[in-house]
């Protein structure tokens, strides 16, 4: 059995202010990002980006996956609390994201982007897409960090008690995802989008990776307290990813349909 390190979740001390840890995992996940789209550009030789199209489409994804993941733990896990204190949305201190949200706030960014730009919005995605798994894994890490979204109990040699909790063995959730949604999704992804494909392909392998993954690893998580089990005993995180499962077969057919 090993138990979860405590990590103080304050990275660093800057005077009055205080670097967490969790921030630093975003920068970092945008730092990837960036850096493997770059190298992305210099050696695919389908890709028609440019640097400065990296930086610009960075930037609404940014926008996209901060707006989208805070509205959208507001609207998918706490919308009655929220509706009674609405100015809390905006306390963005307290917590609350939500990768769902953020996922639909990143697509509208990129659509929004793309058309800005003149740019095919399949084409678009399909190049944000195998760089996004590397953003969900240091997000993960963070969540480790802080010791949240821990699993459910479990008596697996690997299994972690969280001393913030309670003293019960449980999954620890947070590394699975980290390995699947994050490093197994992006092997997967910058393999498969390296191959000749007709657009909209890598965008829906990414869409049926991703829910594959989250569906399959939220057998392990304790779902939120707050919600608990939902229909057909699946949590939150499962229903939000049956539609990115049946969004990804249909692309594909779709795709397929058209030769």
Known sequence: MLVHPQFDPVALHLGP??????????????????????????????????DADLDD???????????????GYVLFYKFSEYLVEPWRIFYVWEGGMSFHGGFIGVVIAMVWYARKHRHSVLATVD?????????LASG????????ELWGRASDLPWAMVFPQVDRVARHPSQLYEFALEGVVLFILLWWYSGRALPRGATAA????GYGT???CVEFTREPD????????????????SVPMIAGGLVLFAVLRRRG
Do not use: D, E, H, K
């Not at 840890?21 to 440019?50: D, E, H, K, M, N």
């Not at 392998?205 to 049926?208: D, E, R, S």
């Not at 307290?225 to 939000?240: E, I, T, V």
């Open 127 to 135: 190049f944000i897409a195998p760089l996004v798994p590397l953003g």
């Open 17 to 50: 202010l205080s670097v967490r840890w969790y921030g630093l995992t975003y920068l970092i996940g945008f730092g990837l990002i960036w850096l493997v789209g770059r190298y992305a550009i210099r050696t695919r030789p389908q890709s028609v980006w440019s």
């Open 57 to 71: 489409a960075l930037f609404y994804g940014i926008l996209g996956t901060i707006l989208g993941g805070r509205f």
């Open 213 to 215: 993954f989250r569906f």
């Open 225 to 240: 307290s707050f919600l608990g089990l939902l229909a057909f005993g699946l949590s939150m995180g499962q229903w939000l």
């Open 140 to 147: 993960r890490l963070g969540n480790f960090i802080n010791g």
């Open 205 to 208: 392998a990414f869409l049926l």
